[in-house]
Nanobody, 124 residues
């Protein structure tokens, strides 16, 4: 089982940028598709994006497409979420997780080994 730890969250003004990291340990990270999710207060956890095992393919929610970029460094067992042009509606706790199946899956039920989350707050 892979263990995941997110970092890099914080407070940023609208239009700003943040880069989140997801550090992995445990089972081989380099063969596992990975995803990012977020959960705002009073809302369900929602898919942000995912990346295949090699980093050659990604999948994004429409709400972040063109603003967020997922990448990974398998040599360092780390995945990243670069967030640009942030909006107040991006405010949430951001989680990384490992996919049981494919980076194309957007349902949280297909993911496991959730990290503890990192808070992102975007002020207007």
């Amino acid at each position: 089982q892979v263990q995941l730890v997110e970092s890099g969250g914080g407070l940023v003004q609208a239009g700003g940028s943040l880069r989140l990291s997801c550090a992995a340990s445990g089972r081989p990270f380099s063969t596992t598709p990975m995803g990012w999710f977020r959960q705002a207060p009073g809302k369900e956890r929602e898919f942000v994006g995912a990346i295949n095992w090699s980093g050659s393919a990604t999948n994004y929610a429409d709400s972040v497409k063109g603003r967020f970029t997922i990448s990974r460094d398998n040599a360092k067992n780390t995945m990243f979420l670069q967030m640009n042009s942030l909006k107040p509606e991006d405010t949430a706790v951001y989680y990384c997780a490992a996919s049981r199946t494919s980076y194309t899956d957007t349902d949280a039920r297909f993911y496991h080994s959730w990290g503890q989350g990192t808070q992102v707050t975007v002020s207007s």
